[in-house]
């Protein structure tokens, strides 16, 4: 089965500190990955994906994400963090056994920046 | 432009009452799902509509729960004769569809609170 893990509930960094948060993926063939954001009562936010090309993707708000194939990572980050950052991040893939048709989600991780 | 919205934002209803669950996705959208998401969790698929057809019901917990979106736009998401343990995030989500090819995005809406007492 498709799935991905995220192996921390919460990372805590500084304001102005690189951040990086973490998501492995377990797929049979091409993964189709992506990075959604949740604020505190708002929806999930898309903020990047990896289909094929390039290992380093550019998303939204200053985030990318760098696809590595041989440790079966995507993993999150951004060079220099806001305080405005803080918020909860999902780590999802296509499920390619229904047609890619759903997202499977990791559990999350609760990012913190401290001012 | 307007996003996908879903209402009520939030429904609290005594266990043994049955629910209605509203989306409105993007215009254009032709793919629609609807995904629960438990407290602590990440949301977890449900059901699928490719315009008015549901392609994929796999993720429907039993059958109390069902979901219609007959003019392949607004969808309901219907819980019948509800339980404590169905409260949860509702989460609604629309992309492109077939259009989108593998690099259709999924959009999502604010969900809908409910809260079975």
């Known amino acids: 089965a498709q799935s991905v893990a995220q192996p921390e509930d919460q990372v805590n960094v500084a304001e102005g500190n690189p951040l990086t948060v973490k998501c492995t993926y377990s797929v049979s063939g091409n993964p189709y990955l992506f990075w959604y954001v949740q604020y505190p009562n708002r929806g999930l936010q898309f903020l990047l994906k990896?289909?094929?090309?390039?290992?380093l993707v550019k998303g939204s708000y200053g985030f990318e994400a760098e696809f590595n194939k041989s440790q079966t990572s995507f993993h999150l980050k951004k060079p220099s963090a806001l305080v405005s950052d803080s918020a909860l991040y999902f780590c999802a893939v296509r499920d390619k056994n229904t047609g890619f048709q759903k997202l499977v989600f990791g559990t999350g991780t609760r990012l913190l920046v401290s001012p | 432009g307007a996003g996908v919205s879903q209402s009520p934002r939030y429904k609290v209803t005594k266990r043994g009452q049955d629910v209605a669950l509203r989306c409105d996705p993007i215009s254009g959208h032709v793919s629609l799902y609807w995904y629960r998401q438990a407290l602590g969790q990440g949301p977890e698929f449900l059901t699928y509509?490719?315009?008015?057809?549901?392609?994929?019901k796999s993720g429907l917990p039993n059958d109390r729960f069902s979901a219609e979106r007959p003019e392949g736009s607004i969808s309901t998401l219907t819980i019948q004769r509800t339980e404590q343990r169905d409260s949860a995030m509702y989460r609604c989500?629309?992309?492109?569809?077939?259009?989108?090819?593998?690099?259709?995005?999924?959009?999502f809406g604010p969900g809908t609170r409910l809260t079975v007492l």
């Open positions: 989500a629309s992309s492109l569809g077939v259009a989108g090819g593998v690099t259709d995005t999924q959009y």
């Open positions: 509509f490719n315009y008015e057809a549901q392609q994929d």
């Open positions: 990896y289909i094929t090309g390039d290992n």
